[in-house]
């Protein structure tokens, strides 16, 4: 049994919106969780250098400013410090290319954000309940991408 210490989750995302929507469904969950946010790279490679402990979970949006979220898990990664700790990644599209760099480069789950508010809870909810077993493998390629289902086109093969 681990205990009911509240879940710190580091949020780095540059659309303040976004945050917004992230913490309401945060809220939307039955978990005490504890967010602080960072507005771009350069701020979140200072707090995590910065902070002790570290957070338990790092959502990373890819597209920010001043340092992007692929060069943000770079440098986590070579960090000794901060290489344990899992980054989701988040990001409005979803290009094979960068999925496969950053499953590479060690980042534990790729988050498409969803449109709907409903879906980012429910996607929010399965990373967290993934993330929070102890000793759990690091999930395959093909379980790497976590997008909202739609149960209104089942299965959509090209």
């Keep these: 049994m681990h205990s009911h210490s509240p879940l710190t989750i580091l949020l780095a995302d540059d659309d303040a919106d976004d945050c917004l929507l992230f913490k309401d469904a945060l809220g939307e969950l039955p ?21 002790d402990p570290l957070p338990d979970l790092l959502f990373l949006d890819l597209n920010m400013p001043r340092k992007n979220g692929f060069g943000c898990l770079l440098e986590i990664k070579q960090n000794g410090r901060l290489e344990s700790l899992p980054v989701i990644i988040l990001s409005t599209s979803v290009e094979e290319n960068m999925v496969n760099l950053l499953y590479e480069n060690g980042a534990e ?7 709907e508010f409903s879906e980012l809870v429910s996607v929010i909810r399965i990373v967290l309940s ?18 909202p289902e739609l149960p209104t086109h089942e299965s959509k093969k090209g």
Excluded: H, W
Excluded at 31 to 51: D, H, Y
Excluded at 130 to 147: G, M, N, Y
């Design 31 to 51: 978990l005490v969780t504890k967010l602080s946010t960072v507005a771009n790279g350069e701020q979140l490679m200072e707090v995590l250098n910065q902070i």
């Design 109 to 115: 789950y790729y988050i498409c954000k969803p449109n």
């Design 130 to 147: 993934i993330v929070s077993q102890i000793d759990r493998p690091r999930p395959s390629r093909t379980e790497f991408l976590l997008q």
